[in-house]
């Protein structure tokens, strides 16, 4: 595939460098592509592996062992301090949300995760288990991955558990993607030339670049340039 072939090419230059024995390279995808597993395409408002299992590969000159895998559910806010912790930081000094995934991870672990739609799923593993909250149809649905990674068999939520799931859900959601006070629009500057907008929940960012003042050019009668 093209990423396949650009990570080979980016090796052999790492090597022709001098730089691949003290390089730490790192490849997380943003999302998987649901291709009708459940009925669905595409990657928005669904909540199944097809979309939320995603690449994350590292190489370094130490601290990782070549070939090693880790079953354990991880996030992507995972990543920074996994990183810090192979450059030699200590990454628990810097109050993460997320976990150094070298490390061992609690068994009783939630990996949230969600989408940016706020009618869409959103969810959290503990261990092999799944939860899964739809908002737009008020239901709540568990899987066991291990002895079904399909998510092909719901398990059995009690009402009184599906209530308690979803409203775990929904204050996760508040705290973290969607903050209930935030305006429904605005504009807003950040970093001097970022234009940061929000319509809803649906955030947008373009960056402006910023011009140097250019002198004024004189040109014959009847000619116009474009710059």
């Known amino acids: 595939s093209y990423t396949d072939r650009f990570v080979e090419k980016l090796d052999h230059r790492l090597m022709e460098l001098g730089l691949k024995d003290n390089t730490i390279v790192c490849i997380v995808g943003d999302h998987a592509e649901a291709l009708g597993e459940h009925g669905k395409f595409g990657h928005e408002r669904i909540g199944f592996e097809e979309v939320l299992r995603i690449v994350w590969a590292m190489r370094s000159p130490t601290g ?118 935030q305006p429904e629009r605005g504009k807003r500057l950040a970093f001097n030339n970022c234009h ?15 011009r140097k003042p250019t002198q004024a050019l004189h040109h014959p009668p009847g000619r116009t340039t474009n710059i």
């Open 64 to 181: 990782l062992q070549a070939g090693a895998r880790i079953d354990t559910p991880v996030s992507s806010i995972d990543v920074v301090p996994t990183l810090f912790s192979l450059l030699g930081f200590d990454e628990q000094a810097g109050a993460f949300d997320g976990q150094n995934a070298l490390l061992p991870i609690s068994p009783d672990r939630k990996v949230f995760f969600s989408g940016w739609v706020p009618a869409g799923p959103a969810g959290y593993m503990v261990g092999s288990k799944k939860y899964l909250y739809t908002p737009s149809v008020d239901e709540v649905s568990a899987y066991d991955l291990t002895g079904d990674p399909q998510e092909l068999e719901r398990l059995f939520v009690s009402d009184n558990q599906a209530r308690l799931i979803a409203e775990v859900l929904v204050d996760w959601r508040k705290k973290t993607v969607f903050q209930p006070q």
């Open 196 to 210: 940061c907008t929000c319509a809803g929940h649906h955030p947008s960012t373009h960056h402006q670049q910023q």
